[in-house]
């Protein structure tokens, strides 16, 4: 008799996203003349930048070539794109890493998913609260979250580091310690940030719990403000605590393309049960060596291009069209009379709901009302209920027209 991993059965029903999806296209096949513009799930709308493109082109007729045809490649990825990523998203910051320190993948939601396997099931998880809500469900599947209580909306083992209005969206350092520590800045989906002083005392406090912060900074590119750290080594003392996640999938429209990074610095290490110290660097390795093949030569070479001076200006264009939906969102909802975070250094818009009107209520009176869709903040945990997010990602048209729709709905 095959056995399952009872894990899963701790999930809640279905994936976030997938609830959304699900929920759009049966109020699509029941109202097909209704337009309905869609702001929740953070997916990109601009076409890739042409240098991506060509390059991809060139590579698949690489490909095609005898002389210059590839098969395998280095499961921790080419160097061609490694010593891009070193030199413009570090190295120009004076931040000092190595080669082999980055790990190319097909993703920052695999890597962060995929990271858990490293760590011993034993290991307390921290989380902000509201949180992307991959980092709570691999911890389910991995038996770190326990049961989940319906009533509290939370899960018995994971510490919830609640991030509202009323702390300024700040993280507090928790009173329980914690073994991992989640955090995500530029934040989704809150889309406020961390200063530099901010984000010093979590490197301190990870420092002195020996524990581990995962830091996921897909969103660094829309970052506005001169004192936000883009990267987590930006302070002092991060390369040893410190793995941090990176992804072309909101800086270069590679949503669909798939590729993004993971830097684990070699000094950082985890421990035995001994107290053994152990390279999380070399683990890693150890890991894609045996469950990945390395993202494909053609999404690589068309990763690469996104670090041409032609290619830096193509996606900044992208980047600034986004940032100026931000602006528009920000501006329709103020108008609107809402209160509203984010926006400044993030593609998110996190909207607080006025008389303690429910996500999820809010969410249907928003599609069946204005036919707008948008993400219930309590999706991404009990922190989030009686906020909502829009996401400044959909094309122009759409967005001016969604701020129309909710300046002149009552
Ligand atoms: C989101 O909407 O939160 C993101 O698009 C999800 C993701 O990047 O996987």
């Known amino acids: 008799m095959i056995n399952i991993n009872e894990n899963f059965l701790?999930?809640?029903?279905?994936?976030?996203?997938?609830t959304i999806a699900k929920k759009v296209a049966k109020f699509q096949e029941e109202n097909p003349n209704k337009k309905v513009i869609k702001l929740g799930i953070g997916d990109v709308t601009l076409p890739l930048a042409k240098n991506c493109v060509e390059a991809m082109k060139l590579a698949a007729e690489d490909l095609?070539?005898?002389?210059?045809?590839?098969?395998?490649?280095?499961?921790?990825?080419?160097?061609?794109?490694?010593?891009?990523?070193?030199?413009?998203?570090?190295k120009s910051r004076g931040i000092d890493i190595d080669i082999d320190e980055i790990f190319v993948s097909d993703g920052a939601k695999c890597d962060t998913g995929n990271i858990v396997d490293i760590f011993?099931?034993?290991?307390?998880?921290?989380i902000t609260d509201p949180v992307y809500p991959v980092y709570i469900d691999t911890n389910t599947m991995s038996g770190r979250a326990g049961k989940y209580n319906e009533l509290t909306g939370k899960y018995e083992n994971i510490i919830y580091i609640p991030c509202t209005a009323e702390n300024n969206f700040e993280p507090e350092l928790p009173t329980e310690k914690p073994d991992i520590i989640y955090l995500c800045f530029p934040n989704n989906p809150t889309g406020t940030v961390l200063d530099r002083s901010q984000l010093k005392k979590w490197v301190d406090y990870a420092k002195e719990c020996k524990a581990i912060i995962l830091y996921d900074s897909a969103y660094e590119?829309?970052?506005?403000?001169?004192?936000?750290p883009h990267s987590i080594y930006e302070i002092e003392g991060a390369k040893d605590v410190a793995i941090e996640f990176r992804s072309f999938s909101k800086t270069a429209?590679?949503?669909?393309?798939?590729?993004?990074?993971?830097?684990?610095?070699?000094?950082?290490?985890?421990?035995?049960?001994?107290?053994?110290?152990?390279?999380?660097?070399?683990?890693?390795?150890?890991?894609?060596?045996?469950?990945?093949n390395g993202v494909s030569y053609i999404t690589q070479k068309g990763a690469e291009a996104v670090y041409s001076e032609e290619g830096q200006k193509q996606i900044n264009k992208n980047i600034d069209y986004y940032k100026e939906n931000a602006r528009i969102i920000k501006k329709g909802l103020e108008e609107a009379g809402y209160t509203i975070f984010g926006a400044v250094n993030a593609p998110y818009i996190w909207l607080k709901l006025p008389d303690n009107v429910k996500s999820w209520d809010f969410f249907d009176k928003l599609l069946n009302e204005v036919?707008?869709?948008?993400?219930?903040?309590?999706?991404?945990?009990?922190?989030?209920?009686g906020y909502f997010r829009l996401t400044a990602f959909g094309n122009r048209e759409d967005t001016i027209e969604a701020m129309n729709r909710i300046k002149n709905w009552q």
């Open 10 to 18: 701790d999930l809640q029903d279905s994936y976030l996203f997938s």
């Open 64 to 90: 095609s070539r005898k002389e210059t045809f590839m098969g395998y490649g280095p499961e921790q990825g080419y160097d061609f794109l490694r010593s891009k990523i070193l030199e413009y998203d570090y």
């Open 120 to 126: 011993s099931k034993d290991n307390r998880v921290a």
């Open 221 to 228: 590119a829309f970052i506005t403000e001169d004192n936000i």
């Open 253 to 292: 429209g590679f949503t669909g393309v798939r590729c993004g990074y993971v830097v684990i610095p070699k000094r950082l290490n985890g421990y035995t049960k001994n107290g053994e110290s152990i390279s999380l660097n070399k683990l890693w390795n150890r890991r894609t060596c045996t469950k990945f």
């Open 371 to 385: 036919q707008i869709v948008g993400t219930p903040g309590v999706g991404f945990g009990p922190g989030g209920e």
